[in-house]
């Protein structure tokens, strides 16, 4: 707590008395709030201190189950609900190392369009960093941030998911930020020097409250911003059940397990099983077209796959993508579309 004026503009938020919403999702992050808005003087006000065993102040996620999962509108509807009681509103999920952001514009930002705003906001304001410090980001995040860090002329490192890959260049300093679309970031220090090597939630939350008091208007109006300047994507993830047997055949999917030469009408210009950055397998397959990609993989934690895409043009290209991706998935698992 000490620290956290040499990562993140208190002084500015104290000053802009910038109304700010927490809900800690009931876990280890309750006590902290409070004792951060006390300390630094902020307008902060701790909307959820329960640590009720049971769950019930929870609402249930998009299959019914219970999940702190700052990131999705299900999990996060009564904070989405409050949004037009605060400037800027937040939570974290419960060990503190995943954020999600409700702007009093948009709501809940979806995870890939606030990395994209942090960016964005960051490499033009932290002028202590170095010019050659890099944009991190993994496969499956949006293609937004590619975007946004050749607008500001920076080096992105594209590495399989998994933080840990990002953590030899949060020591030297040569990755200023770093985030995955499932709302884990972190990022260096105010004057470049290492804040943490781990996904952290409390900084990113606390860097929307900044970007708020700082430029008047809050991550949402900011997005929008961008999408104006640099095109609006359309993104979706879709989840369906997988076996430990299907998940190793996605794991190991190659180039040569896709056989076509578009993705919805366009041109493949890339099919990757390794990243970009370093060269490391992601664990499935990535495939690019000019205007859009998906990325299939299995999930690490759950009996799930995990089909991403990402159209810069709209839904109905979107959709296509979809249904070209779950082909080559149903095929790699043996099931029939």
Known sequence: MNDLPTVIDLQAIKE??????????GGASVSYWDAIGDRYELNLEVVNHSVDPTFLFMTVDWDGQIRMDPSSPYAMARMVGLKDRFDVAFASDTDADRHGIVSHSEGLLEPNHYLSVAISYLFANRLQWSDTVAVGKTVVSSSMIDR?????????????VGFKW????LIDGTVGFCGEESSGATFLRRDGSVWTTDKDGIVPNLLAAEITAR???DPGEHYLKLTAALGNPCYERVDAPATPEQKQRLENLSPEAVTASTLAGESITDKLTSAPGNHAPIGGLKVI????WFAARPSGTESIYKIYAKSFKDRAHLDAILRE??????KALEVRS
């Open 148 to 160: 946004v860090a050749s607008h500001l002329n920076r080096r992105l490192i594209e590495v399989p």
């Open 289 to 292: 077209a000019a205007n859009g």
């Open 215 to 217: 430029t008047g208007i």
């Open 166 to 169: 990002f953590v030899e260049g």
């Open 325 to 330: 991706a779950q082909n080559i998935v149903n």
């Open 16 to 25: 802009s008395h910038v109304h700010i919403g927490v809900d800690p999702l």
